[in-house]
């Protein structure tokens, strides 16, 4: 009876939507009023259970029912503060457009645009002008086009050259990416035979022109960019391979993956390529994927031949795959910052990061330890590595300067994850049983958000 009771003096929902700390929310009201509902119902599950013996004045329930419907609003894709030091982090999002890519989307985004019309002629145009011409124009190839991922631009490319025939690819890089796309699977799917030659690792020009044959229909060259061979390893140089296919009128295709634009010795990176190699060497098609070494938009960029890029254009696929509109616009302000590498280097996040010095790093995690300090939050500045990320450069790490801070009366785990939780989370790592946030990827404006969410976190 006294459960009853207590039942009955809960509001109705259409109650309490007029109450003022409901109806100020600036939320649509299906969502408003699902979260009324849902706190209605615990309500009650919580009385009938026992464990609610009083019930909350009006005013205490339409609270906790507002910050439900805030809380059930926040999208599950947003922002979030990197300091894990990888920079090309796949699950965060991999790179960061510069400020103007970022700018360009939001330009063409909120209303029409020029994606598929010519204001020369004032008739249907082709969405690939927009990025062809100046893709070309950087990397030096005859002709380009763009699809939505280099998984799709694979696809496409051993859908159109493949099908029906074999395609030639050494054993030691059938590769495995994110999600179990796998080379030999694909080539199955796309129709295509996969004649694999040479060993894992050793493959020699013999072995491809051993396997050329009245069915073969292309050479596959894929770079191993997320994993490497070493030791006693061999593969023949890119150009050799090239002529072996001039001289058997079969094109060479090379699957490039993470695609870098600029020589990333200068950050003591090496054995990556770049795609300007692979073009002067004479692939016939390459592709390669625009949010990694590029820093820009998903995308997969595929260039070479003008006759092998017409006939993909042309190919029922590539309608399937194409790019959208907010795509096209940040991979041309990507692209045309290429065009002059420092400024490239300036503008582009991915660039800057790999590229920042460890003078600026140290005093970036110095600042921020201050920050902390003058809150009362115990941290201090140790020597950390970076990686580069997003199936990029493996076994390469960078050396970096974090910022470990103290649990306090949490435990690491504790700190991280309330940290990670927050509406706009920081995503920091463990390591050695200490909580780091890595400075490589934290930006200058982002520490007055770090300093505070710390604070909060050990209050």
């Known amino acids: 009876m006294e459960q009853q009771g207590i039942l009955r003096k809960i509001p109705k929902v259409d109650e309490l939507l007029s109450h003022p700390a409901l109806s100020a929310l600036d939320l649509p009201a299906g969502s408003v009023r699902d979260a009324v509902r849902r706190e209605l119902e615990a309500l009650r599950s919580q009385v009938l259970s026992g464990a609610l013996e ?28 990197n300091g894990t030091g990888v920079v090309l982090h796949t699950n965060l999002g991999r790179a960061c457009l510069s400020r103007r890519a970022a700018e360009a989307v939001a330009a063409v985004a909120g209303g029409y645009s020029t994606l598929e019309y010519d204001v020369e002629r004032g008739c249907r145009g082709s969405r690939h002008s927009h990025i062809e011409d100046l893709l070309a124009l950087v990397t030096g190839a005859e002709a380009a086009m763009v699809v939505n991922n280099n998984a799709a631009a694979v696809l496409l490319i ?44 050793k493959t020699h020009l013999y072995d491809y022109e051993n396997a050329i044959g009245p069915e073969t229909k292309a050479l596959l060259r894929v770079h191993t960019s ?30 490039l993956g993470s695609g870098s634009l600029a020589d990333l010795t200068a950050f003591d990176i090496h054995d990556e390529p770049t795609v300007q190699q692979s073009v002067k060497a004479g692939v016939d098609l390459i592709s390669f994927s625009g949010d990694k070494l590029l820093g820009g938009p998903q995308a997969g960029l595929i260039l070479g031949k003008k006759r092998y890029i017409d006939q993909l254009k042309k190919h029922p696929l590539a309608r399937a795959v ?21 400024r490239a280097r300036e503008e582009i996040p991915a660039l800057s990061m790999l590229g920042e010095s460890l003078p600026m790093l140290h ?37 970096s300067w974090a910022v470990a801070v103290e649990p306090g009366r949490l435990t690491v785990d504790g700190l991280e994850e309330a940290l990670r939780r927050r509406e706009k989370p920081v995503i920091g790592r463990i390591s050695q049983g200490r909580y780091l946030l890595d400075v490589r990827t934290l930006r200058d404006e982002e520490l007055p958000d770090v300093e505070a969410a710390v604070k909060e976190a050990l209050q």
């Open 158 to 201: 051993l859908s159109a050259i493949g099908r029906g025939g074999e395609v030639a690819a050494s054993r030691g890089e059938m590769v495995e990416i994110g999600g179990s796309f796998r080379i030999p699977e694909i080539m199955t799917q796309c129709g295509c035979a996969l004649r694999e030659v040479g060993t894992t690792n």
């Open 54 to 81: 009083s019930l909350p004045d009006h005013d205490a329930i339409a609270a906790a029912a507002g910050e439900r419907a805030r809380r059930e609003a926040l999208p599950s894709l947003r922002p979030v503060i």
């Open 322 to 342: 194409r790019v959208d509109k907010m795509t096209i616009a940040a991979l041309r302000e990507t692209l045309y910052a290429y065009l002059d590498p420092a």
């Open 226 to 255: 997320n994993y490497r061979i070493v030791g006693f390893s061999e593969r023949p140089p890119l150009a050799e391979l090239v002529e072996l296919g001039r001289r058997h009128g079969l094109p060479v295709i090379e699957d």
């Open 363 to 399: 005093s970036r995690a110095a600042l921020l330890c201050q920050r902390l300090a003058d809150q009362g939050c115990a941290a201090q500045v140790v020597e950390a590595e970076s990686q580069v990320g997003g199936g990029s450069c493996p076994a390469q790490t960078l050396p």
